[in-house]
């Protein structure tokens, strides 16, 4: 076997990690922890299936990708709850410290190439990066909605909170920035969420 094979394979494996980072959100319908390999799974399926609602034209396939590399650094750094100011203090160093680690596995032009589209999903100044982060806010809104707010509930997480994170995303979807205000304030309604 060649030597770039062999690297695109063992970064293959590598990725498979992210099978067994298991996130704060649960399941719709009340199910177990969700992994980070289905987060990003279902980010890229929604990103597609609700492409038209984007703000601006986008590559789709570059979407998809983003969704797809977004979290992979978590395989060492691990999730950081999306509410947890302690965590997020501390995020960047961590993922940074895990983006060249992992992504150095790869040939060095593959390696270039998902660092840049990571660096690109992480500052969210282009279209394709605002959308995906409008994805990695609505996936999972839409599954707290989906358990009855029960994340939001064991967190104490309140609908200030919930808003603020959404804010993003506008930046990638008016359309779908509407949508979880109305989910949001159903579920200050159902008691799911403080204000």
Known sequence: MDTRLEKQLAFVLEADKLKNVFRQTHLSRHGRSENDAEHSWHMALMAYLLKEYSNENVDIAKVMLMCLIHDIVEIDAGDTYAYDAEGLSTQKAR????????????????????ISLFDEFEECETAEARFAHAMDNLQPLLLNNGNDGSDWKEHRVTADKVRARQARTALGSETLYELSFRIIDENVKKGNLKE
């Open 95 to 114: 993922e940074d410290a895990a983006k060249r680690r992992i992504f150095s596995l790869l040939p060095a032009d593959q390696a270039s190439e998902l």
